[in-house]
């Protein structure tokens, strides 16, 4: 087992309907996931499907602290700009799961 933070990403406070804003708002936040990915921080991420809570994806942060799940996650324009609201919380899980996105772009390249 190892210590990881998990983020539920949620709909954040921001109502804006100004398109232009939020598409480039998400587009800063595609590119940061794949920042976090290169520095090896960021080892699952994904959106979830419509729901009544307002859930929008997840993260997991291979970090050992909330504060530094903190410290990453403001660098993303959709939580800077309140579009996005995040929850952390301390969790635990395979200590193999830093290699889960490495070991699916190897199955991926295969192709079915």
Same mark, same amino acid.
């Given at each position: ?9 949620k ?5 804006? &309907?100004? *398109? #232009? ?10 590119? @940061?996931? =794949?920042? /976090?990915?290169?520095?090896d ?16 994806g997840?993260?997991i942060?291979?970090?050992? &602290?909330? *504060? #530094? ?10 939580? @800077?700009? =309140?579009? /996005? ?22 199955i ?5």
């Amino acid at each position: 087992m190892k210590g990881y933070v998990f983020v539920m990403l949620k709909t954040g406070t921001n109502t804006t &309907t100004d *398109e #232009e804003f939020i598409d480039s708002c998400f587009s800063g936040h595609l590119q @940061n996931i =794949k920042r /976090l990915v290169k520095e090896d921080k960021l080892i699952v991420a994904g959106p979830l499907g419509k729901n009544e809570n307002k859930y929008r994806g997840i993260f997991i942060l291979d970090v050992s &602290t909330i *504060e #530094e799940a903190e410290e990453l996650i403001q660098t993303d324009p959709a939580i @800077n700009s =309140k579009l /996005l609201a995040a929850d952390l919380y301390k969790w635990y899980g395979s200590a193999a799961l830093p290699v889960y996105i490495e070991t699916s772009d190897k199955i991926w390249k295969v192709g079915f």
